[in-house]
């Protein structure tokens, strides 16, 4: 079983950065691939980014291309997404994710959630 707790989440003004972190619990962490996913107000769930359990290559959504970067701390059980030049349409709740076998953009892959953090970018 892995237990996931997201943080560093807030408000921010567009234009600024935030990063998120994701602990794990357990010793199988390094074994999981990890993703973000992110769920606007009256949306549905959408990919952000992930990042392979064995040679921490990346992929991300198209439109977080370039101002996201995942990354990973096997040692500390943690997945960051660090965020930068926010826009208001990056609002929403966001999630991590782990999934005991490859990477996936596909959230109904992912094993275990995280419960969410709150992620808002004013205008």
């Known amino acids: 079983q892995v237990q996931l707790v997201e943080s560093g989440g807030g408000l921010v003004q567009a234009g600024g950065s935030l990063r998120l972190s994701c602990e794990a619990s357990?010793?199988?962490?390094?074994?999981?691939?990890m993703g973000w996913f992110r769920q606007a107000p009256g949306k549905e769930r959408d990919f952000v980014a992930v990042?392979?359990?064995?040679?921490?290559?990346?992929y991300y959504a198209d439109s977080v291309k370039g101002r996201f970067t995942i990354s990973r701390d096997n040692a500390k059980n943690t997945v960051y997404l660090q965020m930068n030049s926010l826009i208001p349409e990056d609002t929403a709740v966001y999630y991590c994710?782990?999934?005991?076998?490859?990477?996936?953009?596909?959230?109904?892959?992912?094993?275990?959630w995280g419960q969410g953090t709150q992620v808002t970018v004013s205008s």
């Open positions: 994710a782990a999934r005991r076998r490859g990477a996936s953009i596909f959230g109904y892959e992912y094993n275990y």
């Open positions: 357990g010793r199988t962490f390094s074994s999981n691939a």
């Open positions: 990042i392979s359990r064995n040679d921490g290559s990346t």
